[in-house]
């Protein structure tokens, strides 16, 4: 029985599957117990580590001394107070997109739709707002927020409805529902959404200053953060403390035992597919809602990309994406300064976050590798 | 110069010589999945490949002046990256599907970084097969123009072909895909094999992208590739991981794609947006009616795990 404890606890407190750790007994340090949990805030934070000297020899390569742009991104993310509110402002939308893949990923599913269910759940909230204009701004709000998550919802949903009826490879069809969802979006807002005043930049309707969600008192940060932070508490509860979350883990373990112990595989990887759609639904609403007042290209942005990199990151667990958001947020919020000040293309920030995601996945590798109780790596 | 236009005719015109140039890329890009898939390997990093070869090709053309060494760095760039994605999928417990995607991203994010400075300059870039010389008509004339890249990999899927199911280096590469274990007993190195394998896929889909930068559309820009690398990936699916077939599945992709722009060269621009839109659209439809929740199709190289 103790045996049995022991192995429930390291699952959840691990956040991802994993293999049991052997029982030994004897030592007075418990390395089968404590040793996974080393491993996992160990290893993320060495591929970090690692990320980052592979990134200062890039910058070096490129012609700058890497401490400087690095004591810059820190300055730029978490330096000042307005720097530290830029890093929440676009660690807000992080939080809910990564809820998009880890969700799924419960199930053992790769999805990488979270730009496309960003873009549709915000361009239903756009149409829900602009037809329900002169209303008051209670009904305004919860008509693009119904809207926003019911599109977003149904973009990656119908990924996982395809998974369960038609074997489709979900990684695959996310993907394709992505552009999809960007051509929509250029339709609607280049034709029958089209604000004809706006000339350069073809949008959608103004929703109207009223309809607009205010920033968190005392702060520049609009309340999306809030729902940001909520979303993931919530996705950590649904996940490891509820019978739906359990037999998710069971699907994604193996989809014929979870048949076999009676856990309707259909019905959760579908249900939990669009869970994960209607949370980058809402993080797309709330980009039109707060931000934007409208939707137009600036949609597109790549919250949903590099929500598939907070999630695997923080290794699908609800609670590690807040931190890793506000990581990423912050490493996207230093993005303008190393432009200003070291000349720098915008695409620096993407090359960093490419070298983190490559080297992250190439450290799984690392786990379960390390003899324990000497801890050394064994790579 | 003729003064006629082909009124209607010039719809179906312009979506063949429209399929012949969108399916290019395609084309070259699900050769290298298939041939890497043939070993057992889902490279979802081809998208990131694509881009990365568009911008290499684009840059080297530039610099020396010679589109086709541009086309030559473009698939050695796109190995060297192959090479990275076989070498770490290699080590254990290492998901090919997720680091494909880091690929992706990080493809993506190197080319736009290093391809800063060639927004702007005008780079050589490859000419066309003059298959129109016979007629006056400047439409005709431009729509028989034949790309080269399209013809080398049209001849090159055929070769594969034979090459996967008549020599002795196909039959290595498949019997890696179906059993690796099989492979280890008759003393094949599998991580050898399956990192060839994704080596030529990325030779190959850095070919890809030179055509993309080099002849249509013919510039460097960050808005280049919009999905085809991991398009060609689901095209493999549909094309049942043949290459002959790859051949047929991208020239119908790229009609697909040609759509819009056919109809928008005849005066048709309405739902322009949701034309572009229809190669996605074709795309999912197909992997729905070709996939099958219970059994996995036929053709499928039994170690792979990207249709399940």
């Known amino acids: 029985m103790a045996i049995v404890a022991q192995s429930t606890e390291f699952v959840a407190a691990d956040g991802s599957k994993g293999t049991l750790p052997p029982a030994r007994s004897g030592p007075v340090v418990d390395w089968a117990r404590l040793g996974p949990k080393l491993e996992a805030f160990g290893i993320p934070l060495l591929a970090l580590g690692l990320s980052l000297i592979l990134f200062g020899a890039f910058v070096i390569v490129a012609g700058h001394n890497p401490f400087d742009v690095y004591a810059e991104m820190y300055r730029g993310a978490f330096g000042t107070w307005f720097s530290f509110q830029n890093t929440l402002q676009r660690a807000s939308p992080l939080m809910l997109t990564a809820l998009c893949t880890a969700l799924p990923a419960r199930c053992g599913l790769i999805v990488i739709g979270g730009e496309g269910a960003f873009v549709i759940g915000g361009l239903g909230a756009a149409a829900a707002g602009v037809a329900l204009i002169g209303a008051p701004s209670v009904v305004v709000l919860s008509g693009m927020f119904v809207a926003g998550a019911i599109f977003g919802g149904l973009w990656v949903g119908g990924a996982g409805l395809l998974r369960v009826r038609r074997g489709v490879n979900e990684t695959i069809s996310s993907l394709l529902l992505t552009y999809i969802g960007i051509a929509l979006l250029n339709h609607f807002v280049e034709g029958p959404l089209r604000d004809p005043e706006s000339l350069n930049k073809p949008s959608t309707l103004h929703i109207g200053e009223a309809n607009m969600v205010g920033p968190i008192p005392g702060l520049d940060v609009h309340f999306g953060l809030v729902v940001g932070v909520l979303a993931c508490i919530a996705a950590f509860v649904l996940m490891k403390r509820t019978v739906f979350g359990f037999g998710a883990a069971i699907v994604g373990g193996n989809p014929r035992a979870a048949r076999l112990s009676g856990v309707r595989v259909g019905r959760t990887v579908v249900l939990t597919c669009a869970l994960a759609g209607a949370a980058a639904g809402i993080a797309g609403t709330f980009e039109v809602a707060a931000v934007h007042g409208r939707a137009n290209a600036s949609l597109v942005a790549g919250y949903g990309y590099a929500g598939i990199l907070v999630s695997f990151l923080a290794r699908h667990d609800g609670l590690a994406i807040i931190p890793v958001s506000l990581f990423l947020g912050g490493i996207a919020a230093s993005g303008g300064l190393l432009q200003r000040v070291f000349g720098l293309p915008d695409a620096t920030v993407a090359v960093l976050q490419g070298i983190l995601f490559v080297v992250l996945i190439a450290s799984d590798t690392l786990y379960g590798r390390v003899r324990w109780p000497s801890p050394k790596e064994a790579s | ?308």
């Open chain 2, 1 to 308: 110069m003729a003064d006629t236009t082909l009124g209607l005719w010039g719809i179906p015109l312009a979506m063949v010589a429209g399929a012949i140039r969108v399916s290019t890329p395609f084309l070259f890009v699900s050769l290298g999945e298939c041939l890497t898939e043939r070993s057992g390997r889902v490279n979802l990093g081809l998208e990131g490949t694509l881009v990365m070869g568009a911008m290499s090709a684009y840059g080297i053309s530039y610099l020396s002046g010679s589109p086709w060494l541009g086309v030559v760095a473009a698939g050695v760039i796109g190995a060297l990256l192959g090479a990275l994605h076989g070498v770490l999928c290699s080590k254990p417990r290492v998901n090919d599907i997720a680091l494909g995607i880091a690929l992706m991203l990080l493809g993506v994010g190197l080319a736009f970084f290093l391809g800063k400075p060639l927004i702007q300059p005008t780079a050589p870039r490859l000419g066309a097969i003059p298959l129109g010389f016979f007629t006056d008509n400047a439409q005709l004339r431009s729509a028989l123009d034949v790309n080269v890249l399209f013809v080398i990999g049209a001849l090159l899927a055929p070769a594969l072909h034979h090459a996967l199911w008549r020599t002795r280096w196909g039959l290595v590469i498949r019997t890696v895909g179906e059993s690796a274990d099989a492979a280890r007993a008759v003393g094949y190195n599998v991580d050898q094999v399956r990192l060839f394998a994704t080596m030529a896929g990325g030779f190959l889909a850095g070919v890809g992208g030179s055509f993309l930068s080099l002849y249509y559309p013919g510039s460097w820009n960050e808005g280049l590739s919009s999905g085809q690398g991991l398009m060609a990936v689901a095209l493999v699916i549909f094309a049942r991981w043949s290459p002959k077939r790859c051949l047929y599945a991208s020239l119908l992709f790229g009609g697909a794609g040609a759509i819009g722009p056919a109809l928008q060269s005849v005066g048709i621009t309405g739902g322009y947006y949701l034309w572009n839109a229809a190669p996605y659209v074709l795309t999912l439809v197909i992997l729905t009616l070709s996939s099958s929740a219970t059994k996995a199709s036929a053709d499928m190289p039994a170690a792979l795990g990207v249709a399940r």
